[in-house]
């Protein structure tokens, strides 16, 4: 079986922590024997063309000059564009180009199923070259290209675009409700992203660091892009309260985006710039080793004012993994990966107070914290590894295939 991956985002060189799920994706259905191609955009600085794993990478210029290139990659395209309008003149090029690398993939026979990852754009230029050239379609919708299309007119067309697919997939339940709502198919399959468990290992966080410390020194890790349905802001907000308990605490926030400058003036406001530490993003090989080292982690994220909201929360997964203990808001995907008081605890979005006491409890109550650290661990070992995501959507292409 031959398959060519669309997407927006993907590892521009080797730990890239960019579109890193897509990676892994592509090289656990690479491990299955089905032929790989990637078409992404091509970011200033990475290769057009690398084979890693068996998987064949074409990175699509779609900009000229190279350096003018910033829509993908990032915050992301829709934060990227509100940043920077002018960007949104660059989405008929990628929309164009990937199209064309797409259908010269397909066209010299590489690929039986087009697997386009978002739905805008790449479900839009699936679509061209599903109509054009016939090749079966999948689409796999992660969030973002639904929830930050609420508008009535993009909702529409973003729900055409999904209904001419062969076959959707999701990422959560929440995601799952909002794209058949906008396209009217009955037959959507969840499908989250998978984590690896080769690199995120509880195992190895015990042989590294030993058991976690009982200190009132307490770890508070936060790791993403730093955009507004992430949540940051609520984290920040919530110190003053933790420090109550635990005065040297201290809250590390690992990512970049174009919330940092407003989070750390938020934290010199309350007072507590001292008690948070914000690090750059860092490569995904390096991430073991902060969430090793954290007593708590944190995914505080919202509902914006735009409807956006978490498709699902990897690095939960990630954490739990690592036998960390997790903490996430009551929005979007986040409830299908915690179970309240099992696999970790629900706080309310957009409350400090709530969120300061659930992660509290997780600190102070060592036998609901071993629960959750047990159960969490449990969760991702059966549901969430590459293989077993890997082998759900090769299912999803037997049956695209089949069905003629």
């Known amino acids: 079986m031959k398959v060519c991956l669309l997407t927006s985002s993907f590892p521009r060189f080797r730990g890239d922590s960019a579109g890193a799920f897509i990676y892994h994706l592509a090289k656990a259905l690479r491990e299955k024997e089905v032929d790989i191609d990637v078409v ?34 990032g915050a992301g395209i829709l934060n990227n564009i509100r940043k920077n309008p002018v960007l949104v003149f660059q989405v008929p090029g990628l929309f164009f180009a990937e199209a064309a690398f797409a259908s010269l993939v397909i066209s010299k026979g590489k690929a039986d199923i087009l697997h386009a990852h978002w739905s805008v754009p790449q479900g839009m230029v699936g679509a061209l070259c599903k109509r054009l050239l016939g090749v079966k379609l999948v689409i796999s919708v992660h969030g ?106 201290k809250v590390l926030v690992i990512g970049s985006g174009p919330e940092k400058a407003r989070l750390v003036k938020l934290a010199e406001i309350l007072n507590v710039q001292d008690s948070v530490v914000f690090k750059k993003e860092i490569p995904q090989e390096e991430l073991p ?43 979007g995907g986040i409830p299908d990966i915690i179970k309240h008081g099992e696999t970790g605890l629900l706080a309310a979005e957009k409350d400090p107070e709530d969120l300061a006491d659930k992660i509290l409890k997780l600190v102070d109550d060592k036998r609901l914290r071993k629960r959750v650290i047990e159960n969490g661990l449990k969760l991702v070992r059966e549901n969430f590894s590459w293989d077993v995501i890997a082998e759900k959507f090769l299912q999803v292409y037997r049956e695209v295939m089949q069905n003629g």
């Open 289 to 331: 080793d902060y969430y090793c080292v954290a007593d708590v982690v944190v995914l505080p994220s919202i509902h914006t004012r735009k409807g956006e909201t978490e498709g699902l929360g990897v690095v939960l997964l990630e954490a739990m993994a690592c036998g960390v203990p997790v903490v996430g808001s009551n929005v």
């Open 40 to 73: 992404c955009p091509h970011d200033p600085g990475s290769r057009y063309f690398d084979i890693w794993d068996r998987v064949r990478i074409r990175r699509v210029p779609y900009s000229y000059p190279l350096g003018v290139q910033k829509l993908c990659y």
């Open 144 to 249: 973002s290209d639904v929830f930050g299309f609420r508008h009535p007119t993009l909702s529409k067309i973003n729900g055409k675009v999904i209904s001419c697919a062969d076959a959707c997939t999701v990422n959560s339940r929440a995601t799952q409700k909002l794209v058949a709502g906008a396209s009217k198919r009955d037959n959507i399959k969840i499908i989250p992203m998978g984590v690896d468990l080769g690199l995120f290992q509880e195992r190895k966080c015990r042989e590294k660091f030993g058991e976690r410390s009982t200190s009132h020194e307490q770890t508070i890790l936060f790791v993403g892009r730093l955009i507004e349905f992430k949540g940051v802001e609520y984290l920040v907000r919530a110190i003053p309260k933790i420090r109550v308990s635990y005065p040297k605490a």
